[in-house]
């Protein structure tokens, strides 16, 4: 009976782990909630630790004081940092020009040859600029307006903040693949 029940239990929760790891996209788009899904990039030939040690690379080359930046290691398996993005984002109003720092949390999984991407927002903030919000009123700066429409700021500062974390997955993806070869063959334009 015990056995039925972890089961039938097993069999109800399997699907919505499931659907939760899969909810991937090829690049991140920022929504309301932040970055809700997940980017998975294949790195053929490339083991776990291959990819886990290039990221360390990565990150030792890329992030500031990246040692104070991890904030959680697992061996060839999960590293994530918290990154810092200093004037991440520039807006110009009546030409004025407004700058928030971007604080966000990127990680990442190995698995298979695979590194599949997650980032979560910190904070965006300015001490000389409005306040910043993921949804606001008129008043404030925001990714999205609270009615649901986009004005031409929260554009702008969409597509500023998709740029950033879209940016991560290349610059990783550059080192990683830093030393794949080129064929004898192959010609350029």
């Known amino acids: ?15 919505g782990i499931k659907a939760q790891i ?27 630790d291959e990819l886990f040690q290039s990221v360390i690379m990565w990150a030792k080359f890329t992030i500031d004081n990246y040692e104070e930046a991890i904030t959680r290691n697992i061996a060839n398996q999960y590293l994530e940092f918290r990154m810092f993005v200093p004037q991440g984002i520039a807006l110009k109003d009546n030409g004025e020009v407004y700058q928030w720092d971007v604080m966000m949390d990127v990680a990442f999984r190995f698995k298979d040859g695979k590194i599949r991407y997650d980032i979560g927002l910190v904070e965006v903030s300015s001490p000389e600029a409005p306040a910043f919000a993921f949804v606001a009123p008129p008043e404030q700066w925001s990714f999205f307006d609270s009615d649901g429409k986009t004005r031409e700021f929260n554009q702008k500062s969409q597509e500023q903040i998709n740029t950033i974390a879209n940016n991560i997955i290349r610059s990783v993806s550059a080192y990683v693949n830093r030393d794949a070869k080129i064929p004898d063959d192959a010609t350029t334009d």
């Open 22 to 48: 899969t909810n991937t996209a090829d690049s991140f788009k920022v929504t309301p909630e932040g970055f809700t899904q997940s980017v998975i990039r294949e790195y053929p030939e490339k083991s776990d």
């Open 1 to 15: 009976m015990k056995r039925t029940v972890i089961a039938i239990m097993f069999m109800i929760i399997s699907p």
